[in-house]
C-alpha cells in the first residue's frame, strides 16, 4: 500500500511538473507576440509615423523641435526588447530572427505537451489496479492543475448540480460554444499565423512602405541595387516561411496531443465512476 501511495504521488507530482512546464512555454509564446505586434503596428500602421512624415518640411520651428522628439520617441517604439535575454531586435529585422524564436519556442511547446501526454498514459495505466480511492486521488490531483483540461464536460457556468455532466446540457453547451472552441484552437496555430503577419509586412515594407529616413519617402525596394541585397531578402523571406510552415505542423500535432490529454483525463474519469457504482 505504501509503495502505491508513493507512487501516486510521484505521477501527480510529475505530471503537474509538466503541465506547468506547458503552462509556461504558452505564457512565453504570449508575451512574444504582446512584444513584437506593437512594435510592427508602430513602424508601419502608428499615426506617429503619419506626423511625423507629414511634418517632415515644415518651417515652424516649434513643430520641427516637437517632431524631433516625437520621431525620437516612434524609433525607439519600433524596436523589441527582450529584456530577460538581454537583446534589443528592430522591427525592421524580426523576419528572421523573431521567426526564429518562435519557432523555438513552438518546438519546446511540442516536446512538453508530448510528455505530459505520455505520463498521462502510463499513470493511468500502472494505476489500473488501484483502489478507487487511490485513483480518485490521481484523477483529482492531476485535474486540478490543469488549466484547459476539466472534470465538467460543459463550458457553460454551473448552476444547478442536478444538471451537472447531463448529456442534453453537455450537447447544449457544446453547441453554443462551437464557436468559441474553434477561436480557442487557433491558438495552436498562432505561431505560424504571426510569423505569416511578420512576414507579410516585411514585404510590404520593401515595395509599398515609404521609408520616412530617404530622402523623399520612396520605397526600399527603389534603393536595392546589388543583387547581393535581394539575395539576402529573398533568403529570409523564404526562412520565414519555411518556418511558418513548421509551426503549422508542429501546431497541429499540440492540438492532437492536449485533444488526447483531455479524452484520457475524461475516459479515467469514466472508469473510476463505472468502478464505483458496480
Known sequence: ??????????FVEKA???M?????IQFAIIIVSISIIPAIWNTYLSWNRNVIKASSDTKNEVVKNTTTELTKNWVESTYINF?????KVSSSDIAFLTSLGITVLVICLYYSTRTVNHLLAETFNVSSGYSVNQKRYIYYGIIFSSAFSTWIKSDDPVKDLKELN???EIEKSKQKFKLVRFIISMFYFYPGILILIILLFDILSISSFDSLFRGNFYSVIQSIHSSGEWIQII???VFALLLSSFCFIIGNSVKKFNISNTDLIMKYNLSIQIETNS
Open 235 to 237: 533568403c529570409t523571406d
Open 16 to 18: 503537474n511538473v509538466s
Open 1 to 10: 500500500m505504501n509503495e502505491n501511495e508513493d507512487l501516486m504521488k510521484l
Open 20 to 24: 506547468r512546464r506547458v503552462r509556461w
Open 166 to 168: 447531463t448529456i442534453i
Open 83 to 87: 529584456s530577460f535575454v538581454g537583446v
